[in-house]
């Protein structure tokens, strides 16, 4: 069993729907957690960071870690076909800063 | 943000082959990171290091080596490249959060085929 499972879509949402995506993990020690963005033949680029349980909101984005669960979130409100990309779930137990990352979500926002 | 540079972007090359994927980073940032991806599939991380002369093999074992000689150049070699080296090549490197830990800033990827 992986450590960190995410659902590979892809997901297709119409422009301005809101996108939600999650990801699953199943060491409960992991207390940071990050979400990445990743547009085709790119590296990942971070999106937002947040760290133990709570809601962290920037823009049109807004994640959630429902740690009790073993449970992340993103949310995208508003979305753009510029949102189409692959978000990658990432996290971490120490302050050392080594990710285990999930397989990622393809999005695909049309116009 | 953290601006890394990879070179190439694109490699194709034959088996047999000695290549060197470079990596740099403008930021000064201590730890650094090579990682690996394949279609569908989580990075997995290969290499890190939390400094000059310091490496250490990551999660999945790799028959790549890496050195560390300066702060901001993190080159990894194949000595040897064959097809099951074909894949897509990361390097990252982190800085501190203020939360407690350190985030991975991305280069832009080399995408090597071995035929």
Known sequence: QKEVEQDPGPLSVPEGAIVSLNCTYSNSAFQYFMWYRQYS????????YTYSSGNKEDGRFT????KSSKYISLFIRDSQPSDSATYLCAMT??????LQFGAGTQVVVTP | EADIYQTPRYLVIGTGKKITLEC???????????????PGMEL????????????????????????????????????SARPSHTSQYLCASSAPTGLGT????FGPGTRLTVL
Do not use: C
């Not at chain 2, 350190?102 to 800033?105: A, K």
């Open chain 1, 41 to 48: 033949r790119k590296g990942p680029e971070l999106l937002m």
């Open chain 1, 63 to 66: 994640a959630q870690v429902d």
């Open chain 1, 93 to 98: 137990t120490d302050s050392w800063g080594k």
């Open chain 2, 24 to 38: 740099s980073q403008t930021m000064g940032h201590d730890k650094m990171y090579w990682y690996q991806q394949d």
């Open chain 2, 44 to 79: 997995h991380l290969i290499h890190y290091s939390y400094g000059v002369n310091s490496t250490e093999k990551g999660d999945l074992s790799s028959e790549s080596t890496v050195s560390r000689i300066r702060t901001e150049h993190f080159p990894l070699t194949l000595e």
């Open chain 2, 102 to 105: 350190d985030t991975q800033y």
